[in-house]
């Protein structure tokens, strides 16, 4: 059984930088496709960013340019820095890993907030 668990998040100020960590147990992430996904209040959760197996990645067009998605396999972690953060990015950021559709794990998230 896979375990998630996201730290870095906080609050920042517009312009500014964190980096998201999302930690796995019981399982070997490498294996699966890792996306981040963010739900900001009253809004449906979206997929900001996804790497897979192969190392390919991909982002959702407002992030792109701006954030970098990434993995450790020997910390058996996937990153997601976040540069030139803007309030709209505030939101709760979820991390899933996923290799099948019964194989499917979330996270319990971490709150990010952009504000002066």
């Known amino acids: 059984q896979v375990q998630l668990v996201e730290s870095g998040g906080g609050l920042v100020q517009p312009g500014g930088s964190l980096i998201l960590a999302c930690i796995a147990s019981g399982s070997i992430l490498s294996n699966y496709a890792v996306g981040w996904y963010r739900q900001a209040p009253g809004k449906q959760r979206e997929l900001v960013a996804a790497i897979f197996n192969i190392a390919s990645t991909t982002y959702a067009d407002s992030v792109k340019g701006r954030f970098t998605i990434s993995r450790d396999n020997a910390k058996n972690t996937v990153y997601l820095q976040m540069n030139s953060l803007k309030p709209e990015d505030t939101a709760v950021y979820y991390c899933?890993?996923?290799?099948?559709?019964?194989?499917?794990?979330w996270g319990q998230g971490t709150q990010v907030t952009v504000s002066s």
């Open positions: 899933n890993a996923k290799l099948t559709a019964l194989d499917d794990h």
